[in-house]
Every structure is written in structure tokens, then in C-alpha cells.
């Protein structure tokens, strides 16, 4: 491995560019060890998880704190994934000031690396989109899906460590989705049932996900009406399974390149998607939590909200989590003041299920097949999984029918 590093690269390993600089190295050049790969590439920009105090705790926060007293910075537009709560609204959220006080350190710590302190799970929805071929290294599982399957960046499934590790040396490994080989398709999907709204999607993806598990997968079928839809799919198969990277015939970049499907593939029919809804959904009727953007909702899923909240009063709590970015664009289009009025809430920067939120809730009703799977063992909820239309209504009533 040593023998294929440029020399820019040894001089990092041998601490010419500073003590912080070269464990970033080591990190990469280990992963690239362990994973068998040839050299190393340069990276566009990476997506750094791990984000929240309550999976960082005290010795991550210190780990962060100790590298960059080694003067480690990051050479490329790095962001981040979601924290454990709105860092502006967390009290309105009923965030702990505990809590608070060592989120809002960790954020400082990434800031002081050189980080975007920008929170999302969705990063290409607000100008961070690589292009077909761009190496990147993201560490959220959805947004790797989408960056590989829907822009045909390269990335694989970055711990948070290792995310950084690129960030600070600029570089990754060259293994595993960043070669050609390992993005062709070793199954075949073929969906022959309709797959028309953002649960479906979820459905849809929850199974082939819990199928396939962690393979390169080529759908054929289906007919996405947006990107909302395609990022509902990807989330739903890398929760369920470790999905990184789908095609989908005549829709993504590269499920039209010859030899994309191996020639030794399988087969995985779908004709239907109700297994996918019966897993996800169960438990009381009683919903006290309706929770919509996950992953992270574009200006669009915020405005479909605000559509239905106008002139009405929601019964339970209803939550939908964006960036920051998305809720002032939607603010500005009165989106947010709409979804208040009727007594909802616009968060940015969190995700529910890594926030500090376990015993507030009892059920929880989600479009998301993501949400829906995290929510039982994250949240300690139970779950209601369905269509929009069961979703309006437990907004209104505060039951599931
Ligand atoms: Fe994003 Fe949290 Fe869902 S990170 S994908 S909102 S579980």
C-alpha cells in the first residue's frame, strides 16, 4: 500500500504536514489495508456522521477536541449529518440544557475543524450535489444511496471516524464503490405491482432491502415521479438492509452502461406491497407523535404539509425535521407559519431518532419506512406506518384508522 502513495501522501504519513494531518492518513491507509486497495483518491467533498451527543458522548466530543488541537483541518466542502436536536428552537422542543450545552460543543469542535455546522441527512437537496463520476465520502447511509444510485457519485458507507479521517487529508481509499466492478448489479428487481405514493416507495424499499441486504441492485418497473420518491426508496432499502447502491432502468446515470447487470445475477420479484406495510406498522391506534422528513424534507414535502395544516388544528404533536436551508426557504414562502398556526413544528438540524427523546412518546405515526424502522429500538416507540391519507387523519383525531 505505502508503495502506491504519491509523494504529497508520504509526506502527510511521515507528519510533514502536521501531527493531525498525519493520523488522518494513517486512517485512510489502514481502511485501504484492510479493504485491499491499490492507492488512494481524492475526494470532492465529504458528509461527517456521528453528530449528536447522544452517539458522540463525552470521549467522542474529547476525540474531536484533541484532533483538532493537532491542527487538523479539513481540505474539502465538508458538512454534517443530523444533531440531536434544533440547534436554535431546542427549548421549544424540550431539549434538556444539559444536553444542549454539549451539542452545541460538539458543533463548536467540528466548526473549529473547519466544518459547515450544516445538519442534514439530505445534503443535495441544498447545493451539495456531486456529480456522475465524483468521488465523494458520506457517512449517512440514505445519502450515500442517493449520492451513488440517483447522482452516480462514488462513495462508500463512512463510519464517522473515517469520514473525517478523508476530510482532513482530502483522500480516501479506493475500495469497494469507488471501482467500477463493484457497482454492477447482482440482482435483478423486477417490480410488477404499482408503486405510486412516498409510502409505497418506503414499502417497496423495506423489502427489497431486508431481501438483498447489502448488494448492488437493478430495478425494473418502476416509474419514479421525483426525486422524493427515490430518496423514500433508497432510505427505506439501507435501513432495512445496507443498500448503497441501486439502479433503476431508464432513470439513474448508470443503469443504461453496458454490462451493468451481471451476467450471474438473480432474480427478486415484487408484486405486491402490503408485506412491506404489515412490518412496519403496529401497536396502539393512540398516536401521540406524527413525524414527517425523514430523511430531511425538501421544500416541496414542507409545502404539502402547510397545504393540508391551513385553516385546520392537529390533535397530537406534529413534527417535520429539514435543514436549515429548506425551513427559511420555507418560512419565507409562509410554509412554516402554516404548519405552526395549526400547532405543528418545523425543525432544522435534528432527527428524531438520535435525539434525546426515548420516553416522551408512546406511538408514532411516519410516511417513513426509515423512521418507522429506527423509531422501536431508538425512540422505545411504537410505530403506525401507512399512506397520507391515515396520516391526515391522525393529525386531525390523534388516531390511526
Ligand atoms: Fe435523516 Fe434521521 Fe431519517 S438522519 S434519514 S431523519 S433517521
Not at 37 to 44: G, K, R
Request: charged share 20%; with cysteine.
Amino acid at each position: 500500500m505505502a508503495a502506491k502513495l504519491t509523494s504529497d501522501e508520504r509526506d502527510m504519513l511521515a507528519g510533514k504536514h502536521g501531527p493531525g494531518v498525519q493520523k488522518a492518513l494513517e486512517i485512510v491507509v489502514a481502511l485501504g489495508k484492510i479493504y485491499g486497495a491499490q492507492d488512494l483518491v481524492p475526494v470532492e467533498s465529504v458528509q461527517v456522521s456521528g453528530v449528536s451527543y447522544q452517539n458522540l458522548g463525552s470521549a467522542g466530543l474529547a476525540f474531536l477536541r484533541e484532533w483538532a488541537n493537532d491542527g487538523a483541518r479539513v481540505r474539502v466542502p465538508t458538512f454534517l449529518n443530523p444533531a440531536g436536536m434544533d440547534l436554535r428552537r431546542w427549548q421549544t422542543m424540550g431539549i434538556d440544557a444539559e444536553f444542549a450545552r454539549q451539542q452545541l460543543a460538539v458543533i463548536d469542535a467540528f466548526t473549529v475543524l473547519g466544518i459547515a455546522p450544516t445538519c442534514t441527512c439530505t445534503p443535495y437537496l441544498i447545493g451539495y450535489e456531486p456529480g456522475p463520476g465524483a468521488h465523494v465520502a458520506w457517512a449517512e447511509s440514505s445519502a450515500v444511496s442517493f449520492a451513488n444510485s440517483v447522482l452516480g457519485a462514488r462513495t462508500n458507507r463512512e463510519g464517522g471516524p473515517s469520514a473525517l479521517a478523508a476530510a482532513i487529508c482530502g483522500r480516501t481509499a479506493r475500495y469497494g464503490l469507488h471501482c467500477d466492478e463493484n457497482r454492477r448489479a447482482s440482482v435483478l428487481v423486477e417490480v410488477s405491482c404499482p408503486v405510486r405514493s412516498v409510502s409505497d416507495w418506503g414499502a417497496l424499499g423495506y423489502m427489497v432491502g431486508q431481501a438483498t441486504q447489502s448488494q448492488v441492485l437493478y430495478f425494473q418497473g418502476l416509474e419514479p415521479d421525483g426525486v422524493d420518491a427515490l430518496k423514500a426508496l433508497g432510505a427505506a432499502m439501507a435501513a432495512s438492509g445496507a443498500v448503497a447502491l441501486y439502479h433503476v432502468e431508464g432513470v439513474t446515470p448508470e443503469a443504461r452502461l453496458a454490462g451493468v447487470l451481471r451476467p450471474d445475477h438473480t432474480r427478486l420479484a415484487i408484486d405486491n406491497l402490503e408485506a412491506g406495510y404489515r412490518a412496519l406498522s403496529g401497536g396502539p391506534t393512540r398516536i401521540d407523535l406524527v413525524w414527517l422528513g425523514c430523511p430531511h424534507a425538501s421544500v416541496a414535502e414542507v409545502a404539502r404539509l402547510a397545504a393540508f395544516a391551513e385553516g385546520r388544528r392537529f390533535v397530537p404533536e406534529v413534527w417535520i425535521t429539514t435543514n436549515r436551508p429548506v425551513r427559511e426557504e420555507s418560512e419565507m414562502a409562509g410554509s412554516v407559519a402554516a404548519i405552526e398556526t395549526a400547532g405543528g413544528r418545523v425543525w432544522a438540524d435534528g432527527c428524531v431518532v438520535v435525539a434525546p427523546l426515548r420516553g416522551r412518546f408512546s406511538t408514532v405515526a411516519t410516511l417513513s419506512a426509515k423512521g418507522a424502522y429506527y423509531a422501536p429500538s431508538l425512540l422505545g416507540t411504537d410505530v403506525r406506518y401507512g399512506t397520507w391519507l391515515q396520516l391526515e387523519r391522525a393529525m386531525l383525531t390523534g388516531f390511526w384508522e
